[in-house]
């Protein structure tokens, strides 16, 4: 059999840290190497299969729709596209009126910039420290790790980082020229950090003193992943802007802005060949029919408090804290968490790092309870 991981190495830009296993195979939270040997997958391509690993309801629409119209150009109307527009504002807060539908989630950042700064004719973003947003010049501009960015300055001009969940810093960093200001409601990359009640309450007070956009970007919490459909709720939450990416469908790729009335932009200020495309939509609508019929969000409620008792019952000593938010889980070590992460796998199972200190499970939110406990064990042997 051949090494695909050699060829990936040969022939792939090297841009990632490799797991050094190939996987073939996805079945609800289970993945399978190219050896058949099994792994329960809590990284789910970092938060994109929500609805677990080839769902046999999207793997029908995604068929269907492919032997019927692939492409379709936003200058055209689709069934499919109207319908998942439609939807995502039935089930969106109550703020956002249109969409806009692109490819990813960094994608969906940049259009929430653009569209920030042709609605208020202001320039300026304020951002949080150890926020994450994507990798395009605009996304990257508004996140915060240097280790991302220095490389490629200069980026674009006009973006404050201010400490996550501190109101004072947020409210000194607002200006004259303050577009928006742009936040994850939890944030992911940066090591599973849930925004306060508190915090949230003086945000929203902030942009409406001021008249700035609030943009929230759930890539990572939308579609049930922190216990509620969107993480907006937990706060009641009325954004301008909602980028949404990752498990918007089922993962076909595909990133959503929704926008509220205070946002006014013209053809030809934006576009996008690919968003939109009546595959995706058709994806899209199979996964949100999933996850509001089998209740998705609240299962990962239910089941992330489960995780919370039987982890924090017998919390070995090398963990700092459990961050945990519906299956949005974060564990902070004391110590490098690499080791770990390779452990776990050698184990079979996958979870994935947020930062230099912080284990991160993003499983599917069908994942059963049987296999929740062998997480848990797999998790309790190898950090004790
Ligand atoms: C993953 C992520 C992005 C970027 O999404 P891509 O599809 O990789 O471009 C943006 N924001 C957040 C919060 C993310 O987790």
């Keep these: 059999m051949s090494d695909y991981n050699d060829i990936e190495k040969e022939f792939g830009v090297n841009l990632f840290n490799k797991r050094g296993i190939t996987l073939v195979k996805g079945h609800n939270a289970r993945v399978w190497d190219q050896d058949g040997k099994e792994y329960i997958d809590c990284t789910t391509g970092h938060g994109v299969a929500n609805i677990g690993h080839a ?14 119209l692939i492409t379709c150009s936003g200058s ?26 692109c490819n990813s989630g960094t994608e969906a950042v940049e259009a929430a910039l653009k569209f920030a700064r042709v609605s208020s004719a202001k320039s300026e973003f304020v951002c949080a420290m150890r926020g994450f947003h994507g990798r395009t010049m605009g996304a990257l501009s508004a996140t915060f790790n240097p280790k991302y960015k220095k490389p490629f300055e200069p980026l674009v001009p006009g973006f404050r980082f201010v400490p996550y969940n501190n109101p004072e810093k947020l409210r000194a960093a607002v200006t004259d020229n303050t577009a928006a200001i742009l936040l994850e409601v939890v944030q992911g990359e940066g090591g599973v950090h849930p925004g306060t009640v508190e915090y949230f309450e003086a945000v929203k007070q902030i942009c409406t003193e001021n008249n700035i956009l609030l943009i929230i970007d759930e ?3 939308g579609f049930g992943r922190t216990g509620k459909l969107f993480a907006c709720e937990h706060f009641d939450l009325q954004p301008d ?32 060949t690919f968003g939109g495309n009546p595959l995706a939509c058709a ?38 804290e459990l961050r945990q938010i519906g299956l949005m889980i974060g564990i902070e070590l004391k110590e490098k968490v690499q080791p770990y992460i390779a452990a776990l796998q050698e184990r079979g199972v996958l979870a994935m790092p947020a930062g230099a200190t912080v284990l991160r499970l993003l499983p599917p939110l069908t994942i059963s309870y049987r ?9 309790l042997d190898v950090l004790n």
Excluded: W
């Design 55 to 68: 769902h046999p309801e999207v793997a029908k629409a995604v068929a269907e729709q492919a032997a019927q």
């Design 76 to 101: 055209f109307s689709n069934d499919k596209r109207a319908a998942l527009m439609q939807k995502l504002i039935d089930l969106s807060p109550a703020s956002l009126r249109k969409v806009f539908l």
């Design 219 to 221: 890539v990572q919490t």
């Design 241 to 272: 802007l909602l980028c949404l990416a990752k498990s918007i469908a089922g993962g076909i790729p595909m990133g959503a802005v929704l926008c509220s009335d205070k946002i006014n932009v013209s053809p030809g200020q934006h576009g996008s």
């Design 283 to 320: 994806a899209a609508l199979a996964t949100i029919e999933i996850l509001t019929s089998e209740n998705l969000p609240q299962e990962a409620e239910k089941k992330g408090r489960y995780f919370r008792e039987k982890f924090t019952a017998a919390m070995p000593g090398r963990v700092r």
């Design 371 to 379: 296999e929740l406990d062998e997480v848990l064990s797999a998790l």
